[in-house]
């Protein structure tokens, strides 16, 4: 028995003797089948072929860790330092020993709490070795491919995690595609971390926003007006999105803001 993980979103599924016939979320049109069509893989398999996991010291209480070499999305991890504890926010298909001799020298986990299906990659592994709760939004609960009882859905659109972390779900991408606030980031300014709900381009001063990235189709004005509304009055001076250096550094919610206005400009 494996818990085979998708090669093309890095998803982990359940327990089975054979690899699954097919992929929900790389069927999805928010996703895509590879030209060869679906083919999987183990964990054991990935430490087996060389890989790792990548660290970088974002801010003070902020490290990034994502795959090395890049492995199907390519995404990274953020691990907050708070007063109340460690936070995973998102996750990613790989670890061993030295991720977990890493993460239990930071203190370990409190909480795992993940964006959207396309990151949930192999959070069960993540929860029960830091024996810590998963937070997923019950909206993208059918996207589940393994479950497990670490699992909390929440609902409504706001979830305080402590004192400094609260999950606002913008929805857009997903119906329950969130981001979380982190108080205490960048000394005291506020930062916001996105994975892809709010996406940075290639210039890091605007943000974007899209129903599917691989397909490349857009949000109707209505969800990014939603998406907008629910960042409330939350302030925020830099945004952390899904990968290395997708990064706003100043005056973030002033970016999306207007990034939001050149967007609905756009596509009227
Ligand atoms: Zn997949
Ligand atoms: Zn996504």
Redesign the pocket.
């Known amino acids: 028995m494996n818990n085979y993980i998708?090669k093309?979103?890095?998803?982990q599924f359940k327990e089975s003797s054979y690899s699954p016939d097919s992929?929900p979320?790389?069927r999805d049109e928010r996703?895509y089948v590879g030209l060869n069509g679906?083919s999987w893989i183990t964990l054991k398999r990935l430490k087996q072929e060389g890989y790792n996991n990548l660290w970088k010291q974002e801010a003070p209480g902020l490290i990034g860790i994502g795959i090395s070499p890049s492995f199907a999305i390519g995404q990274r991890a953020l691990l907050i330092q708070t007063q109340k504890g460690n936070v995973l926010w998102d996750c990613i298909p790989f670890m061993d020993e030295e991720t977990i001799e890493k993460v239990k020298s930071l203190g370990g986990l409190n909480a795992i709490a993940i964006s959207h299906p396309h990151f949930y990659s192999s959070m069960v592994e993540w929860a029960h070795v830091f024996d810590c709760p998963i937070y997923l939004h019950e909206a993208d609960r059918q996207w589940v491919m393994r479950p497990n009882e670490k699992i909390v859905f929440w609902s409504g659109n706001e979830l305080k995690l402590n004192s400094n972390v609260v999950l606002l779900r913008l929805g857009g991408h997903f119906e329950g595609s969130a981001v979380l606030h982190w108080k205490e980031g960048a000394n005291g300014k506020g930062s916001l971390l996105t994975g892809d709900t709010i996406y940075v381009v290639a210039d890091r001063q605007w943000a974007s926003f899209m129903y599917s990235y691989p397909n490349l189709i857009p949000l109707s004005t209505e969800k990014i007006k939603t998406l907008i509304r629910r960042l409330g009055d939350y302030e925020f001076e830099n945004l952390y999105a899904a990968w290395f250096d997708a990064v706003i550094q100043k005056d973030a919610r002033g970016r999306v803001l207007k990034s939001a206005e050149r967007y609905i400009k756009a596509i009227r």
């Open positions: 998708c093309t979103c890095g998803t992929c979320i790389c996703q679906q």
